[in-house]
């Protein structure tokens, strides 16, 4: 079965001569600038694009992509048509720069008749992708499925890169690995990235491995160097967070949001949350906090510098011994969230929710506290994308603050 992780090899891509419609002529000096989600799409003309250079000039929305390329998506001429989407740049052999920025709401929907499915839909040849960011996105393949890529050959690589969102494979007889940042790694680099999207498997009948990060199966390679993932795995199949050898190193896993438990013997590690919050557990690994990585101590995952969105700092910490308490039910938690507190004072107060970039995503005022009394606030999170988020209650005399994770 593993043997067809390489048909990659001999499988014969045809050639068109590539055109850009952005600025840019494709050096390293003068790169192809992609701006929007079009030019961004452009690139999957591009089979030669070996020493080509292209680079994210600002944030796209791709929500548009969720009413492209309508069509028959799943072989099956019974049921209707639907959009599939993005198509994958496939066959990337280039260098692609995000310099910072964030892809957002990225969809594809291709389950059945095409594997390689991403973002990137296979990278090889010395291929380079950096500091590009992923966020919430809802990618739908068969075999090779992930975020960034579907698959990753040597001697490509991919440093300073980070996801969130839904990747989901459908079982078929083209089914192969799938991870939330990567389907399949094959030998290659991957440094300094996280992954925080779920993944989930539709059956088990094909598929050949499924991975928190990114599948693979050799002992020997597959190069993961200070990178965690925190994305949760739904699978009947055996869980791996790094592949199956959780080949990684000084990498780690949320042993609580995944699913996944360390069972030892391997490089990469499986923490609990609250190890996963600590700086030391990265500081003690080698990881650099001056110039890659930053961390909200106790409230948040490290965060990669490069986007400029290091966690906010400035929220009160949980006063000690005062009486007052705040705590989050359930966590992680999946569709609502019971905001569970005590406060010494009667009055009013404000439930703030923000995100790991300190983005407020709630607000709602409350009434009629009882002082001293456990309350219980309900709050329906189905719409937060998978991630990160702080509950601050806050009131003229104090303000709480707890964090959750979300996964979906």
């Not at 990137?120 to 950096?130: A, D, E, L, M, P």
């Not at 994308?385 to 601050?392: E, I, Q, R, W």
């Amino acid at each position: 079965m593993r043997t067809i992780l390489y048909i990659s090899f001999l499988i014969i891509f045809s050639t068109t001569s590539f055109s850009f419609s952005g600025k840019g002529s494709g050096a390293e000096d003068d790169p192809y600038q992609i701006t929007n989600i079009t030019e961004l799409q452009n690139i999957k003309t591009d089979t030669d694009s070996k020493d080509k250079y292209f680079k994210l000039m600002n944030d796209i929305d791709a929500s548009e992509t969720r009413y492209w390329n309508v069509g028959n998506h799943d072989g099956d001429t019974s049921t209707p048509d639907e959009p599939t989407g993005f198509k994958p740049i496939n066959r990337f052999f280039g260098s692609f720069d995000g310099d910072g920025h964030v892809i957002k709401n990225l969809f594809i929907n291709i389950p059945y008749g095409i594997n390689y499915i991403g973002l990137f839909g296979y990278i090889s040849s010395y291929g380079v992708i950096k500091k590009l960011g992923i966020e919430n996105c809802e990618i739908t393949g068969s075999g090779w499925v992930g975020s960034i890529c579907g698959l990753l050959e040597i001697p490509a690589t991919i440093e300073e890169c980070y996801t969130n969102g839904k990747i989901k494979s459908i079982d078929s007889i083209l089914s192969g690995p799938i991870g939330g940042f990567c389907g399949y790694n094959n030998f290659a680099e991957i440094i300094n990235c996280y992954s925080s999207c779920s993944v989930s498997i539709i059956s088990t009948k094909y598929n050949n491995s499924v991975a928190s990060f990114c599948s693979s199966y050799s002992p020997h390679g597959n190069i993961y160097q200070n990178c965690y993932t925190i994305g949760k795995l739904i699978s009947k199949k055996e869980k791996f967070a790094f592949g199956e050898y959780e080949k990684g190193f000084q990498c780690f896993w949320d042993v609580e949001t995944t699913g996944i438990p360390d069972t030892g013997g391997h490089q990469a590690k499986g923490l609990p949350t609250s190890e996963m919050m600590k700086k030391a557990t990265y500081v003690n690994a080698g990881w650099d906090f001056d110039s890659i990585w930053c961390i909200d101590e106790g409230r948040d995952y490290p965060k990669l510098r490069a986007f400029g969105k290091c966690p906010p700092t400035d929220v009160p910490l949980e006063p000690k011994d005062n009486g007052n308490k705040i705590e989050i039910k359930p966590n992680p938690a999946y569709s609502s969230i019971d905001v569970v507190y005590i406060l010494k004072e009667a009055g009013t107060a404000q439930i703030i929710i923000t995100n790991s970039f300190g983005q407020q995503v709630y607000i709602e005022n409350i009434n009629n506290i009882n002082p001293e009394q456990e309350q219980r606030h309900s709050i329906d999170i189905c719409t937060f994308p998978s991630g990160l988020y702080f509950v601050t209650l806050r009131s003229h005399a104090v303000a709480l603050t707890k964090g959750v994770v979300v996964i979906k």
